[in-house]
């Protein structure tokens, strides 16, 4: 009988490992689309619960999100993808400077959909070229956090990490900073074990959160989370939060960075991820207008979120810094054409204002 390595999809497997880590991925796992069946009914509890707030399209399409092999069902397999974006210097630094504004890891260089999308196709494309000399005639498709793919689940179902109590995904070899691809394909790759949480009773990164967005260790009320109010939530951010929010402006990465697994995050190997050392000055962001706005963050998965809401961020990290230089600016944009920012600078002005 011939030897499992003889197995041309065995070989073809282990050289499609290679030829990921050549082109920047950190490590890759493969698994079946049919391997989370237990995602519909987390994902069904999180949004009965209301914890999706503003994002329908969580709830929308829920059927394909919480079950891939409905997604696609002629994929036989979901190779997974990890491409680290580790930081080079302390995430969290900036909160102690409260003129600048805080941004995310991950949205400080490069938008990562497009350097991760097309590493994504030229892996496939490899794939499907190697397969074809099998006498196969595979397919592919690829998703980067822009379709109804649970990355996560599949993720941890591929062996690459676990969901740890801050619902992200980590890693023993990994640590918290890499973003996830996908490449369903209709070649029957051998699937991997899955990991296991090795969290044990460490509850570093909900303590961590600013706005306590954490029910329950591996619950997330999304509606809590800065990430989301900063970045999803359209309008006023109820006020009982903006306070918490600080000078953080896109983003949070507080339970990412408290996270003890970090001691063996990988190095990133893309460069672009990395934006400048210093954070922008609340000032100069304030001043933009919706011009200036897609100039500045051109490139970036800032730009999304528009002026409106980046400025509306910027007050309250104005309105919490307690510095009366921001007094001019947070005045003259009470009178904005948009109602959201100008209520963000009535909050922010009457806070620099109130007598101590």
């Known amino acids: 009988m011939p030897s499992l390595t003889s197995d041309p999809l065995v070989a073809l497997k282990a ?20 391997a989370i069946p237990e995602a519909m009914s987390r994902l069904r509890a999180f949004v009965d619960a ?37 930081p080079d210097h302390d995430p969290l630094e900036v909160l102690n400077h409260p003129e600048q504004g805080g941004i995310s890891v991950y949205a ?34 690829v998703f980067v956090d822009t379709a109804p793919v649970m990355e996560k689940p599949l993720a941890q179902a591929a062996g690459l990490g676990w969901q740890g109590k801050h619902t992200n995904l980590l890693g023993r070899d990994l640590g918290s900073w890499f973003f996830l691809g996908a490449i369903f394909t209709t070649i029957p790759l051998a699937p991997d074990a899955p990991d296991s949480s090795h969290c044990g009773s460490c ?21 809590r989370c800065v990430s989301y109010l900063t970045i999803e939530h359209k309008g006023p951010v109820p006020e009982d939060l903006r306070a918490m929010m600080g000078n953080r402006i896109y ?48 490139g970036s998965p800032i730009k999304r979120i528009g002026r409106n809401r980046m400025v509306r961020n910027v007050l309250y990290a104005m309105g919490n810094s307690g510095q009366s230089t921001f007094i001019r600016q947070a005045s003259a944009l009470t009178q904005d054409p948009d109602e959201t920012v100008a209520d963000a600078a009535s909050w922010a002005l009457e806070r620099l204002t109130k007598p101590c």
């Open 15 to 34: 050289r499609l490992n290679a030829q990921a880590l050549a082109e920047g991925f950190s490590k890759m796992g493969v698994t079946r689309p049919d």
């Open 50 to 86: 209301g914890y999706h707030g503003d994002m329908g399209w969580m709830e929308e399409r829920m059927h394909w999100r919480g079950a891939p092999d409905a997604l696609w069902p002629e994929a036989r397999s979901v190779i997974m993808l990890a491409e680290t974006y580790t």
């Open 251 to 298: 983003g949070c990465d507080d339970c990412l960075a408290a996270c003890p697994w970090n001691k063996f995050a990988a190095d990133a190997r893309e460069m672009r991820y990395h934006g400048p050392h210093r954070a922008p000055d609340l000032a100069e962001l304030a001043a933009l207008d919706d011009a200036a706005f897609r100039e500045r963050f051109s």
């Open 203 to 223: 509850r570093a990164c909900l303590d961590a959160c600013p706005t306590k967005a954490f029910p329950a260790p591996y619950q997330l009320d999304a509606r």
């Open 108 to 141: 400080q260089g490069k938008d990562y959909h497009d350097l991760v999308k097309k590493r994504l196709k030229r892996v496939g494309r490899w794939l499907m070229d190697e397969a074809a000399k099998l006498g196969d005639d595979p397919q592919i498709k």
